[in-house]
Nanobody, 124 residues
Framework: QVQLVESGGGLVQAGGSLRLSCAAS????????IGWFRQAPGKEREFVDA????????YYADSVKGRFTISKDNAENTVYLQMNSLKPDDTAVYYC?????????????????WGQGTQVTVSS
């Protein structure tokens, strides 16, 4: 089992940037998959992006393509989510998760381990 801890959330103005970190312990990431999900108030949790495998194939939700970048540092057992051009609609609690399947990278039920989440608030 992998233990995940997110950090880096905060309050930022629209158009600004934040970088979230997801630190893992208990088992190395590679060649596993790590995904980021988010849940806005009153909404269901949704897929944001993911990185998988040794090569580091990345996947993005349409809503964040071109603005968010996921990367991983296998030596540090950490995955990063660089968020640029933030919008008020990006306001949510952001969670990282380990597991997943390449056949349906957004399927939350396939992720076995979840972090506690970090709050991102984007003001207009």
């Amino acid at each position: 089992q992998v233990q995940l801890v997110e950090s880096g959330g905060g309050l930022v103005q629209a158009g600004g940037s934040l970088r979230l970190s997801c630190a893992a312990s208990g088992r190395a990431f590679s060649p596993g998959r790590i995904g980021w999900f988010r849940q806005a108030p009153g909404k269901e949790r949704e897929f944001v992006d993911a990185v998988s495998g040794i090569v580091g194939t990345t996947y993005y939700a349409d809503s964040v393509k071109g603005r968010f970048t996921i990367s991983k540092d296998n030596a540090e057992n950490t995955v990063y989510l660089q968020m640029n051009s933030l919008k008020p609609d990006d306001t949510a609690v952001y969670y990282c998760a380990a597991g997943g399947t390449s056949r349906d990278i957004a399927a939350q039920s396939r992720y076995a381990s979840w972090g506690q989440g970090t709050q991102v608030t984007v003001s207009s």
